[in-house]
């Protein structure tokens, strides 16, 4: 298969991973009780009796659309996705494309940052580690890595800033600073960024450090070897062979950060970004705003799988076949 084709293919299946990933968001969200259902009637029925709970279970049924069959929404759902419709917000009141394009760059300036300052160093690391004679870095570095991995990120974001708030100097840290890329003006949250890079860290120091393992041993590594090669260079040699596994690893990588860290980090350090309004739209059955925000993960992955099918063939040719 030619390298077009691979890429027309697997981005075709890509856009039909994203419309899967929402239908089933939409139908976890329109085929299950609505709770807040109850709490509209009880608020109504104790300060005005159980006629004006009625009314108000009503209204709210007919704001939410939800005397519409569920084929009916679905398909009214299909065509305002498709077309960049993506309706308006209950909880904002507002159109839920406005929501998200305060919230994404809020977001991006503390992942971005983040994941670069794990990636990178512990790349670098983790290689370092499996080329070395098993001294005292590469044993700093496996218990460095156990270490970050069996702390929790959301103990991290709790127990962090207490610290720099009694440190003192470090106070800086706790406020957002806006910072301007290619004309466009971030909310960049140092604090979660530091959280979010030192609980993936630890994990790429492993991957790193598992994927190089496996061409120590190998005769162009032993090679290099006889012929005087540094640490550094063998360092290379082997980082390019591991290269492709790890691209993979960094498109999982960067999904689990969307799905789960973002959620987490910005409910414990209070961010009203993208992270939040998802929480509390699943929270409210704002179901235009649920929806917006996974489709904002899901064009994230499709993104990243992009990112790794032209990668991958740059790595290895093999790919293409």
């Known amino acids: 298969m030619s390298y077009r084709r691979l890429l027309v293919y697997r981005l075709a299946f890509a856009v039909v991973g994203i419309y899967l ?8 969200v329109a085929l299950t009780p609505d709770p807040n259902l109850g709490l509209v009637s009880w608020g109504a029925a104790t300060s005005e009796g159980q006629e004006a709970a009625k009314q108000a279970v009503d209204a709210y049924r007919e ?87 069996g702390l929790p990120n959301f103990w991290l974001a709790v127990v962090l800033p207490v610290v720099v708030e009694y440190a003192g100097w470090l106070r800086f840290l706790l406020a957002p600073h806006v910072v301007a890329f290619a004309g466009v003006r971030f909310t960049m949250y140092t604090m979660p960024a ?75 350090f209070h961010i009203e970004r993208l992270g939040f309004m998802g929480y509390r739209a699943v929270r409210k059955r704002d179901m ?10 899901a064009f994230a992955g499709v993104l990243a799988t992009a990112f790794q099918n032209v990668v991958e063939p740059l790595l290895d040719p093999r790919v293409e076949q």
């Open 288 to 297: 235009p705003l649920i929806l917006g925000t996974t489709m904002v993960i």
């Open 63 to 149: 704001a939410h659309n939800l005397d519409d069959p569920v084929i009916q929404r679905y398909a009214r759902w299909l065509v305002d996705i498709s077309t960049l419709d993506w309706g308006r917000s209950f909880v904002a009141e507002e159109p839920v494309m406005d929501v998200l394009a305060r919230a994404i760059p809020a977001t991006l300036g503390y992942v971005v940052p983040g994941v670069v300052l794990a990636t990178v160093p512990g790349v670098l690391f983790g290689v370092a580690t499996a080329v070395g004679d098993g001294g005292v870095v590469e044993r700093a570095g496996t218990a460095a890595a156990y270490v970050g991995l």
């Open 194 to 268: 530091v959280v979010l890079a030192t609980s993936l860290f630890a994990g790429w120091v492993r991957y790193a450090r598992a994927e190089s393992l496996e061409y120590v041993n190998a005769d162009f590594v032993k090679t290099l070897r006889a012929k005087g090669a540094s640490d550094a260079a063998l360092g290379r040699h082997i980082l390019r062979n591991a290269a492709l596994p790890l691209v993979t690893l960094f498109v999982t990588d960067l999904i689990s950060v969307l799905v789960l860290h973002v959620y987490v980090l910005e409910y414990v």
């Open 21 to 28: 990933v929402m239908t089933l968001a939409f139908l976890f």
